[in-house]
């Protein structure tokens, strides 16, 4: 048979939604499995955790999923244990934050190499946005007129960067019919950036100094334990984690993040095959941060250290203080599970999307620092099988085709075709060649 090494273009684009059609390497075609009481159980809405719960979940062999989520936080006001007013917080610091807002979008993967542990890896991307509000002092003269002087202004700054990348394995400890038990073992990658924060703010004054909660990443490896219990029952489902944050060394601006705890219980309740509705509450823990250089080192940065009298604090701004980080958070949050039905020709078939809001309860701040105001969650999930496809399209300019075992040969100058959820039959015909090749859509897999 005449193959066309150069010159040919193949353009392979699968968009896959969840169902079946099994294209195979030899060119045979097959039917699906039946489904088992695990696979039943995953298609139900609430079979996934809400969403503000990770790593709760596993796959059988073969599969996999990604994901991508967008996390919305927004701060406002000062909490020292209770609140603080910005005009009281100002007694004791040259600036102050007023507003804080943090985006993150979050992509995911997780991929099951056997039915006994299912791996998982999650990167970021994070926005941070912060407002301050500089003090209005009094000085004696100096290079200035005697009087009031409002040094600092008004300043804000932007600090965006890929975050820390998390690597797990989930381990199934219990895993029956509608009980599960999961161990969740992670570690962090300290990717994400710790420098950019010097200097970011754009105040003509050029205020510098290390902003704690704008970092995007922390620096340092860390472990991260977690255990996942989840169980349904009628139309309802429940469950709880546990997981902690440990960070094993100081990183390169010398300082080291405290370890993190928190927990989460929830409750859903299915209202149909494709919508499920849940309430969430949690709590974590996390302390100040820990630091492993002088305090005259750490002011030197500080163009305004000087300016600080006996009555305020040796830091520009809470913001950078170390000893100001830590606190406590109880949170409630309701969402909804929503899985696209599993229609003929319905190319978002089997796609999930959830929704969750969040509001905290219960602040205790070692502040004065921003307390959270709300917190909105997004997410896009995409389920995949390795080795079934549900919606094809296939489209190429004079791509060859090899020998089919009843000796015909075949070469297609342009061609289209679409499957959905009924059977695509390419019976007897396999791609052997191709100079170049895309794959791009949701849920892309073909098994070769």
């Known amino acids: 048979?005449?193959?066309?090494?150069?010159?040919?273009?193949?353009?392979?684009?699968?968009?896959?939604?969840?169902?079946?059609?099994?294209?195979?390497?030899?060119?045979?075609?097959?039917?699906?499995?039946?489904e088992s009481t695990e696979q039943i159980a995953a298609a139900r809405p609430d079979s996934y955790a809400p969403l503000g719960v990770m790593g709760d979940h596993g796959h059988r062999a073969g599969e996999m999923m990604l994901s991508y989520r967008s996390i919305e936080m927004a701060m406002d006001g000062l909490q020292d244990g209770n609140a603080i007013s910005i005009e009281e917080t100002l007694e004791n610091y040259l600036m102050v934050p007023t507003r804080m807002r943090m985006r993150t979008h979050m992509f995911g993967a997780m991929f099951?190499?056997?039915?006994?542990?299912?791996?998982?890896?999650?990167?970021?991307?994070?926005?941070?946005?912060?407002?301050?509000k500089g003090a209005h002092l009094h000085s004696p003269g100096g290079d200035g007129p005697v009087g009031h002087h409002h040094i600092i202004g008004d300043p804000s700054g932007t600090i965006a960067g890929f975050g820390d990348i998390t690597?797990?394995?989930?381990?199934?400890?219990?895993?029956?019919?509608?009980?599960?038990?999961?161990?969740?073992?992670?570690?962090?990658?300290?990717?994400?950036?710790?420098?950019?924060?010097?200097?970011?703010?754009?105040?003509?004054?050029?205020?510098t100094g290390l902003h704690y909660p704008m970092q995007v990443g922390s620096g340092s490896f860390e472990l991260r334990p977690g255990l996942t219990f989840a169980a349904t029952h009628g139309a309802w489902s429940y469950g709880a984690q546990a997981r902690g944050a440990?960070?094993?060394?100081?990183?390169?601006?010398?300082?080291?993040?405290?370890?993190?705890?928190?927990?989460?219980?929830?409750?859903?309740?299915?209202?149909?095959?494709?919508?499920?509705?849940?309430?969430?509450?949690?709590?974590?823990?996390?302390?100040?941060?820990?630091?492993?250089?002088?305090?005259?080192?750490m002011k030197s940065h500080d163009r305004y250290a000087a300016l600080i009298g006996t009555t305020r604090s040796e830091y520009t701004s809470p913001t950078m203080d170390p000893n100001l980080q830590g606190g406590r958070r109880g949170s409630m949050s309701a969402g909804v599970n929503f899985i696209f039905p599993d229609k003929p020709g319905g190319i978002l078939a089997g796609q999930r999307f959830t929704f969750e809001f969040q509001m905290p309860v219960y602040q205790n701040l070692d502040g004065p620092q921003m307390?959270?105001?709300?917190?909105?969650?997004p997410d896009w999930r995409n389920f995949m099988?390795?080795?079934?496809?549900?919606w094809t399209i296939v489209a190429g300019w004079q791509y060859p085709l090899d020998q089919n075992p009843d000796g015909?040969?075949?070469?297609?100058?342009?061609?289209?075709?679409?499957?959905?959820?009924?059977?695509?039959?390419?019976?007897?015909?396999?791609?052997?060649?191709?100079?170049?090749?895309?794959?791009?859509?949701?849920?892309?897999?073909f098994g070769l």
């Not at 974590?284 to 492993?292: K, L, R």
């Not at 307390?371 to 969650?377: Q, S, V």
């Not at 099988?385 to 549900?390: G, Q, S, T």
């Not at 679409?418 to 897999?445: K, P």
């Open 1 to 34: 048979m005449k193959t066309h090494k150069k010159g040919s273009i193949v353009l392979l684009i699968l968009f896959l939604c969840g169902n079946i059609v099994n294209v195979f390497a030899n060119g045979t075609h097959a039917a699906p499995e039946k």
């Open 112 to 132: 099951a190499p056997h039915d006994r542990i299912t791996l998982m890896a999650m990167m970021s991307y994070r926005n941070n946005f912060i407002q301050m």
């Open 167 to 207: 690597l797990a394995a989930l381990i199934p400890l219990i895993n029956a019919a509608n009980t599960h038990l999961r161990l969740n073992a992670g570690v962090s990658i300290p990717t994400g950036s710790i420098i950019s924060a010097r200097g970011a703010y754009t105040s003509s004054t050029g205020v």
């Open 246 to 297: 440990i960070r094993l060394n100081k990183n390169k601006r010398d300082y080291r993040l405290a370890p993190t705890i928190g927990s989460t219980l929830w409750s859903a309740r299915r209202v149909n095959d494709s919508l499920s509705i849940y309430l969430r509450g949690s709590f974590e823990s996390w302390g100040n941060v820990t630091t492993f250089t002088s305090e005259k080192e």
């Open 371 to 377: 307390a959270l105001d709300a917190t909105t969650l």
């Open 385 to 390: 099988l390795l080795h079934y496809i549900d």
């Open 408 to 445: 015909a040969q075949m070469k297609l100058d342009w061609t289209i075709v679409v499957g959905s959820r009924n059977f695509l039959y390419l019976t007897d015909v396999y791609i052997s060649e191709f100079d170049w090749i895309i794959v791009a859509g949701w849920q892309y897999a």
